[in-house]
């Protein structure tokens, strides 16, 4: 009965620790996450996953310098499990009514009639020509991950390049060319 007794007195003990830690340590770490990540959801869903490692954790040392070392690995890990946008899941929307189109539904197959080439010139002439009024930086990281077949991983080791920022630039490529390109798909929905 005394080991039981001592057992729920630890146990009582390490859960106030935690509690105080996390109490402590929780604004502090939310924003050192949030500064790392697109969206406070996305940090706070990182902090739940450090908080439960630290719950599950045996004995430490330097409780804050460990919190931000598996904050740092969970950003890490969040940031490789991260889909980037492709080109081919832009979607468009020509009104609030109809469904989303890919950009791949507009682009038609590879089998080459008179009219799926004049279609292909004209597609790849304004893609290319809005890939031109992208900055350097976001259409290089665009060309190396979309033509090239780069990972988001070996053009940030290409550039020398932090991978959040080669993920930020994609995004902003992305971005660009879906809203330059929707006149071009409102052009082929109307004809």
Do not use: C
């Amino acid at each position: 009965m005394a080991e039981q007794t001592q057992y729920s007195v630890d146990s009582l003990a390490k859960d106030e620790s935690l509690t105080n830690t996390i109490k402590k340590e929780r604004g502090k770490l939310l924003s050192f996450i949030s500064n790392r990540t697109p969206t406070i959801e996305d940090a706070e869903d990182i902090l739940q996953d450090v908080f439960y490692e630290l719950v599950q954790s045996e004995i430490i040392e330097n409780t804050a310098a460990w919190l931000y070392r598996v904050a740092r690995n969970k950003i890490t890990d969040w940031y490789r499990k991260m889909k980037p946008d492709r080109l081919d899941d832009i979607s468009f929307n020509h009104s609030d009514d109809d469904e989303a189109l890919l950009l791949s539904d507009i682009i038609p197959s590879m089998e080459t009639t008179a009219d799926t080439q004049i279609l292909l010139k004209l597609i790849s002439e304004v893609l290319a020509d809005t890939l031109e009024e992208l900055p350097e930086n976001q259409r290089e990281v665009f060309v190396l991950h979309e033509i090239d077949g780069k990972s988001l991983k070996e053009i940030a080791e290409q550039t020398n390049t932090g991978i959040k920022t080669v993920i930020s630039r994609k995004r902003y490529a992305v971005m660009y060319l879906q809203e330059r390109l929707r006149s071009l798909y409102d052009e082929l929905l109307n004809n």
